[in-house]
């Protein structure tokens, strides 16, 4: 009888592990057959293995003492090893190895759940340590309508794979690095002549000091000057401008903070300035791999399957994406010991990333085989649009703030209980 060890986890799983051992004993020269278990569809039982038909065409011919697949059925269901899971077993059609499953079977397992916890039932993976990377909003910029799908979706991840007892490292992979935040530092210095001392509260509504700043660089070439010196200043570590950029990040945090504790989500932020020290790096292995080509004044990798190339160097010198995600996947894979990177995004980065994971592919750092580990996959949901179709926003153009999504919500929410008596108002 198979003991306890040999079948935790889901039940479908359990019962693979019974019909792997018959299969052994079965046609013991097939090595490579994987049990095909799947819900009944009639009402012949709970379960049914589906190996009869595909075994057939396989061993025909080679002196099997079979004559079709129905007789492989028999011989599947008669090899099943003794469990008290099983009730009773049956074969119908071409082979169908039809299952019932106990009921004092399943009244000992919801007890030994009750006793025990359900953890001992999750599934087992064969992974230890995943990263699961979502929500990623901008600094300076509020959480908007768009980052609760990524949010939502990503802590539903990394939720499963931690009840499977895998390590999970949530990164929230913040804009917190690039050309902007000459302009929002520069911004501050001009706004608040001692900006050292101005407070979250001093500077206000992040979304409007960001507009403000970017009206003021759009419409005045001396401030514009002023702030792509200052991308250089920051970039170059002078302690001024690295702490004003730093004092923006944290009014940032602060506000992401919130939101989160509303929703229930942990998160570690890991944004594109940690990995930027990386960069160079990364890129001269990739060069070293002869991956990395000169094209009209960029650096880029050319991938098969791609009409455009990754460029992972502009023609000004600069990073991008690209070179960012590249550094992060090599980072979480080598430094982090990531086995499997699941990243979190609209529809909209598919290509993105699908031509990231080619590179890293190429470099060796991900295996051929998309089934095999270390892995990467992009898990991509739709924009939230309107009732025009559009994306989603305000009628002032400006994406529906979450805060403010999240207030409606409750709002409504609570109306409705009102509404059905469910909720005593304080007047009442």
């Known amino acids: 009888m198979a003991n306890d060890e040999e079948t935790l986890g889901s039940l479908k799983k359990q019962l693979a592990k019974l019909f792997e051992a018959s299969l052994r004993v079965t046609v013991p020269t097939e090595t490579d057959v994987e049990p095909l278990v799947a819900a009944c569809t009639g009402n012949f039982g ?45 074969v119908a059609g071409p082979g ?145 401008y690295r702490k004003a950029w730093t004092q923006i990040c944290d009014i940032s945090r602060s506000e992401f903070a919130k939101v989160y504790q509303r929703l229930g989500v942990t998160i570690e932020e890991k944004g594109e300035s940690f990995y930027n020290p990386y960069i160079p790096g990364v890129l001269e292995k990739l060069s070293n791999l002869g991956l990395i080509e000169e094209s009209q004044g960029a650096r880029v990798i050319f991938l098969e399957g791609f009409n455009i190339p990754l460029i992972v160097v502009k023609s000004d010198g600069g990073y991008n994406y690209a070179s960012t995600d590249l550094a992060a996947i090599w980072y979480r894979l080598n430094e982090e010991k990531a086995e499997w990177i699941i990243y979190v995004t609209d529809v909209g980065q598919s290509q993105h990333f699908e031509m990231v994971f080619k590179a890293a592919k190429r470099a060796g750092w991900l295996p051929a085989d998309n089934n095999s580990y270390p892995r990467a996959n992009h898990v991509g949901f739709g924009l939230v649009l309107g009732e025009d179709g559009k994306r989603f926003r305000t009628r002032n153009t400006e994406v529906v703030r979450l805060v403010d999504l999240l207030d409606e919500a409750k709002t409504r929410s609570k109306a409705a209980l009102i509404e059905r008596g469910k909720v005593v108002t304080s007047g009442q």
């Open 46 to 90: 709970d379960y049914q293995c589906n190996n009869a038909m595909s075994l057939w065409p396989r061993i025909k011919g080679k002196g099997t003492e079979f004559r079709g697949p129905p007789a492989v059925g028999q011989a599947l269901m008669k090899n099943i090893p003794q469990s008290e899971m099983i009730e009773k077993c049956s």
């Open 96 to 240: 169908f190895v039809n299952v019932v499953i106990s009921k004092n079977w399943i009244a000992k397992s919801i007890q030994k759940m009750l006793t025990h916890g359900i953890g001992e039932w999750a599934p087992r993976l064969s992974i230890q340590r995943a990263v699961v990377d979502f929500s990623s909003p901008n600094i300076a910029k509020e959480m908007h309508v768009g980052h609760l799908r990524s949010t939502i979706i990503g802590d539903t991840l990394a939720r499963m794979l931690e009840f499977s007892n895998v390590e999970v490292l949530r990164r929230n992979h913040v804009g917190d690095w690039g050309t902007q935040f000459g302009m929002l530092i520069e911004f501050l210095f001009e706004k608040f002549p001692n900006w050292e001392d101005a407070s979250e509260t001093a500077i206000g509504d992040l979304q409007a000091f960001y507009k403000a700043s970017k009206q003021r660089f759009d419409e005045d070439p001396v401030f514009k000057e002023r702030a792509q010196k200052a991308v250089v200043k920051l970039q170059g570590g002078e302690p001024k």
